[in-house]
Antibody, heavy 119, light 105 residues
């Protein structure tokens, strides 16, 4: 079974750093792009960027370029999303998802990681 | 930049047919994908490439795409179909529609 399992919920203070993870299993992790999607409370899905774990090629949405860093460690089939200095506005649910090549849809999705930033 | 437009909400009577639209300039030339998101859950793919159902998705879910509108159709709507639905295309990057809340009355 193809599966993406994300790390658990986080509560952080403004200015702190954070790295959340997404571990793939049941498929060749290095052969598919992994995307990250933000969902702020009560809002829709926002695409943040994608990474190809095979060579760490990374693309960012202009809205998130410079705000977050996407990385991957192919040796442990894990992708990451990190912040160097969190803001209250980063409070959201974050999903990773596998990007299907050629047709460019996402399947499956991770269960989500809730990040809460509050003083 | 390319934009996708969805109605904020759609209501359907139990057992009737719901249609959720996704508008975009010449969207018929693109592959459109649809996701269902129930409260507190991650999105789930329900239609890919306009009209294809992944395994495990009921035949009640269907899709079409032509001109400037793609449509997700849910036949014989059930209470369990209440959810937010998002369309998505690839236009050099991933684009999502704003989402539609489906209410089953």
């Amino acid at each position: 079974e193809v599966q993406l399992v994300q790390s658990g919920a986080e509560v952080k203070k403004p200015g702190e750093s954070l790295k959340i993870s997404c571990k793939g299993s049941g498929y060749s992790f290095t052969s598919y792009w992994i995307g990250w999607v933000r969902q702020m409370p009560g809002k829709g899905l926002e695409w943040m960027g994608i990474i190809y774990p095979g060579d760490s090629d990374t693309r960012y949405s202009p809205s998130f370029q410079g705000q977050v860093t996407i990385s991957a460690d192919k040796s442990i089939s894990t992708a990451y999303l990190q912040w160097s200095s969190l803001k209250a506005s980063d409070t959201a649910m974050y999903y990773c998802a596998r990007l299907i090549p050629l047709l460019y849809y996402y399947d499956p999705w991770g269960q989500g990681t809730l990040v809460t930033v509050s003083s | 930049s390319y934009e996708l437009t969805q109605p904020l909400s759609v209501s359907v009577a139990l057992g009737q047919t719901a249609r959720i639209t996704c508008g975009g300039n010449n969207i018929g030339s693109k592959n459109v994908h649809w996701y269902q998101q129930k409260p507190g859950q991650a999105p789930v793919l329900v239609i890919y490439r306009d009209s294809n159902r992944p395994s495990g998705i009921p035949e009640r879910f269907s899709g079409s795409n032509s001109g400037n509108t793609a449509t997700l159709t849910i036949s014989r709507a059930q209470a369990g179909d209440e959810a937010d639905y998002y369309c998505q295309v690839w236009d050099s990057s991933t684009l999502f529609g704003g989402g539609t809340k489906l209410t089953v009355l």
